[in-house]
Nanobody
Framework: QVQLVESGGGLVQAGDSLRLSCAAS????????MGWFRQAPGKEREFVGS????????TYADSVRGRFTISRDDAKKTMYLQMNSLKPEDTAVYYC??????????????????WGQGTQVTVSS
């Protein structure tokens, strides 16, 4: 089992930056893909980005590529989401997730077995 806890959310203005953290506990994250998803009110949960266990291979949604950066520190069992140039449309609850790496697309929720409770990010215009 892996337990995930997000932190770092808050209320910011458009153009600001914010860094989210995802602290993991439980079993090792070795061979785990880790990712970020978000869900706005009335919308489905959508993929934001992910990073493989090698910490070198990352994937991003088109809507955040170039503005958001994911990193992970397995020694600290922590993953980060650096969000720059935030826009009002980035407003959502952000969830971190992890799962054993497989052939399932990292852009789908099916690739992840463990989920955090989420942290709210609100970007005002």
């Amino acid at each position: 089992q892996v337990q995930l806890v997000e932190s770092g959310g808050g209320l910011v203005q458009a153009g600001d930056s914010l860094r989210l953290s995802c602290a993991a506990s439980g079993r090792t994250l070795r061979f785990h893909i880790m990712g970020w998803f978000r869900q706005a009110p009335g919308k489905e949960r959508e993929f934001v980005g992910s990073v493989w266990s090698d910490s070198k291979t990352s994937t991003y949604a088109d809507s955040v590529r170039g503005r958001f950066t994911i990193s992970r520190d397995d020694a600290k069992k922590t993953m980060y989401l650096q969000m720059n140039s935030l826009k009002p449309e980035d407003t959502a609850v952000y969830y971190c997730a992890s799962g054993i790496q497989s052939t399932i697309s990292v852009r789908t929720t099916r690739a992840y077995s463990y989920w955090g409770q989420g942290t709210q990010v609100t970007v005002s215009s």
